[in-house]
């Protein structure tokens, strides 16, 4: 049984995610508060493997409530959002940094047609969710064995021309981006193309608050554009990104990949065939294993490839698995990758 304490001051909304949460046979709720001081004490108090927050109460918010359970009873949260306001996707975004492991939209009310899916959407974050274990204020999961023999940037030998770098994420992937976007010289000279798995609705909330630390700007892609050195362009919500001849973005509605769309494996298996040696793919923090197998197409068809490492990742499933199917060259600290991106470009 996965245990969840609910935190929100309404009483519908503590109803309505009762109902959903009493759904799933795998969940019990241990608890429900109505503040950010109850939010605290129950988490002390009741141990639970989840906990779902409300950002917005009376007194003591989710915003303060989150940063003592991390200081101070370290547990796996999740953010519950009830608007899809920019603003307010990039307040609760900016909760990331302060140990909170995602972000979620509230599902309607019973008789909307949204419901289930978004429900069903909820239940799977949660249960993901219990299973990462979380430190104060540094989530992660189990480490997994690193092979030793990594090559380092001085082994690499020059390639003609770096046509772009595409980067992958998903679960602490907002985190980890950041810390890339502001690492990177705001005149690098190629494109970067990004796909982060995040709640339906999001997204531009996302961008907007990527770009408040990012040293490049950032837009979400549009179908046919063509790339530009210097740009980060992140795919849009419901859309798989890849890139075609001319280095220009097409978007497509194929069927999921990996149960998700935007996949990482179609940008990945995009470049590989399109760019080839002349990119540089990065796998960063997730669940599951998208991005791997295409990571390792990347790498086949002579790019370069990074994978972010165990020790910084708050989930080490898809570049744990790139790595375990030899598709890395590098495996670097999420505090090295931006610089690392640099110098290569540079050495090119």
């Given amino acids: 049984m996965i245990n969840v304490l609910i935190v929100d001051d309404s009483k519908v909304v503590q109803e309505l995610l009762k109902y959903i949460f009493d759904s799933d046979p795998d969940i019990r709720i241990i608890g429900i ?31 303060e409530a989150i940063r003592v359970i ?33 972000v979620v939209l509230r599902p309607p009310g019973i008789n909307h047609a949204d419901h289930v899916t978004s429900s069903q959407e909820m239940l799977r974050t949660v249960k993901l969710m219990s299973e990462i274990k979380v430190v104060k204020l540094f989530p992660r999961q189990r480490r997994v064995r690193i092979p030793s023999e990594i090559k380092s ?3 690499f030998k020059p390639h003609s021309e770096i046509g772009l770098v595409a980067i992958g994420a998903s679960t602490g992937g907002p985190v980890a981006l950041q810390k890339i976007l502001s690492s990177l010289n705001s005149n690098i000279p190629v494109p970067v193309l990004i796909v982060q798995h995040i709640a339906s609705g999001f997204i531009q909330g996302f961008v907007d608050w990527l770009s408040t630390t990012s040293k490049i700007p950032l837009k979400i892609a549009s179908d046919n554009e063509t790339l530009k050195p210097g740009i980060g362009y992140v795919a849009p919500d419901g859309f798989h990104m890849g890139v075609q001849k001319g280095l220009r973005i097409f978007l497509s509605t194929l069927p999921q990949e990996n149960g998700l769309r935007p996949s990482v494996d179609f940008l990945f298996r995009s470049v590989a065939k399109t760019v080839g040696k002349n990119s540089i793919g990065v796998l960063l923090t997730g669940m599951g294993k998208d991005g791997a197998a295409e990571l390792k197409a990347m ?14 990742s708050v989930v080490f499933g898809m570049p744990g698995e790139a790595i375990r199917i030899g598709g890395v060259d590098h495996i670097l600290s999420i505090d090295k990758i931006g610089d690392t991106l640099n110098e290569l470009v540079k050495k090119i």
């Fill in 70 to 102: 991390m200081e101070t009873c370290p547990t796996p949260i999740v953010i519950v959002s009830g608007s899809l306001n920019t603003s307010d996707v990039s307040n609760s975004l900016s909760l990331l940094e302060d140990g909170a492991l995602s």
């Fill in 299 to 312: 790498r086949d068809s002579g790019a370069i490839t990074i994978a972010q490492d165990s020790e910084s």
């Fill in 153 to 155: 940037v001085e082994d």
């Fill in 33 to 63: 508060a109505g503040s950010g001081i109850e939010a605290i004490q129950m988490t002390r108090e009741l141990r639970p493997d989840v906990i779902t927050m409300d950002l917005y109460m009376p007194g003591m918010n989710g915003f």
